[in-house]
């Protein structure tokens, strides 16, 4: 078939980057391959793999597998944005190389997204409870709210190629101080400011479970820096790049102020809980690479209290902000600490 006629027809794009998980990886790929769909594709980006991942793809006989690779480690965000960026489908998703696609559900998936016009981007919910298929997003403030920002695994975000072409996320979204380990935040605000976004609830993705992490370590986190995404520093230094990002949305003060309220609690949360929760768990401290210990609250209390202080001194006082747009994040942030506790109140109550 003609290259540009099958660039043309073709739907959707798994896009794979991947460094030294050949078994983890044969098997996902040979799994998305059950779908029969021609209209469908496998991109893989190999990253200077020392493993046999690709002697193992190169066995996989099947057209609508397209291998490539850095020939050196050229480093985890370099690989993630050029694998999305290789796809050719009218549609892109993402999965790291330790998760996997179930084939039965892909026809159905991609049914939705073909039928929803103008979708930009969006994710697939794990483990949803919800009768319905999927939620459809208004695009601007309604779709960045629900969808950028949150620093969720990216087994599952997906793109509109076309739309996602005139941002150049190779050029863009390349500064590993601002972007870090999450470049599809940032993407997927600018993509929510250009169509609706779709959250897709039937359960299409099977994630690695903790038994399986803690056999093979991390390659894009070392847990022993404090650089690690899951450091309180880092937590912070995300929240502010975000807000910094959100800042040059086209959207309302008010709006703005929203967002960054709900980054702020979303990185404290992070910060603090989820520190802990990732330092109680022995599988994930294998898989990172370092020990597990227990946080008290004397602990949590500091980290809560270091995060919200240098997150106020670096948003309100070392960058120039609007004083509205201040006062209304103030009012904000208190209202949803109020909420909390009074949902806290209420459940001791019941």
């Known amino acids: 078939m003609d290259d540009k006629l099958k660039m043309a027809e073709m739907s959707l794009s798994f896009c794979i980057p991947t460094y030294n998980r050949c078994e983890i990886l044969h098997e996902n790929v040979l799994e998305i391959l059950k779908c029969e769909d021609p ?42 944005l050029n694998a999305v960026n290789k796809g050719k489908g009218k549609y892109l998703i993402f999965c790291t190389d330790k998760d996997k696609f179930l084939s039965r559900e892909i026809p159905k998936f991609k049914s939705v997204l073909l039928n929803q016009p103008d979708i930009a981007a969006g994710f697939c919910q794990y483990y949803s409870d919800s009768n319905r298929d999927f939620n459809r997003i ?24 076309s739309l996602i072409n005139h941002l150049h996320i190779t050029e863009n979204y390349f500064d590993f101080e601002i972007v870090d380990l999450f470049p599809f935040e940032f993407i997927f605000g600018d993509l929510c400011m250009l169509g609706d976004a779709i959250i897709y609830y039937p359960t299409i993705i099977q994630t690695e479970s903790g038994v399986m992490a803690a056999k093979i370590k991390s390659f894009g986190t070392n847990g022993s820096s404090k650089k690690a995404f899951f450091m309180p520093e880092s937590r912070l230094h995300m929240a502010i790049n975000f807000c910094q990002h959100i800042n040059t949305l086209s959207i309302s003060v008010k709006e703005k102020s929203t967002l960054q309220a709900e980054v702020f609690m979303r990185g404290l949360i992070g910060a603090s809980f989820g520190y802990k929760n990732i330092l109680n768990n022995e599988n994930l401290c294998t898989h990172y690479g370092m020990q597990s210990r227990k946080i008290g609250t004397f602990e949590m209390l500091k980290i809560g209290f270091t995060y919200s202080k240098k997150f106020i001194f670096k948003n309100f006082f070392q960058v120039k902000s609007n004083s509205t747009q201040n006062i209304l994040f103030i009012n904000f942030l208190f209202l949803f600490l109020s909420r909390s506790i009074f949902k806290k109140i209420r459940n001791l109550f019941r």
């Open 138 to 161: 208004d695009r601007g403030f309604p779709a960045v709210r629900e969808i950028a920002y949150h620093a969720r695994h990216p087994t599952g975000y997906f793109f509109n190629r």
């Open 39 to 80: 209209d469908i594709e496998v991109v893989v980006l190999d990253n200077g793999s020392t493993d046999n991942t690709l002697s193992m793809l190169q066995t996989i006989n099947d057209k609508r597998l397209s291998i490539y690779s850095n020939g050196v480690n050229k480093g985890f965000l370099f690989n993630i």
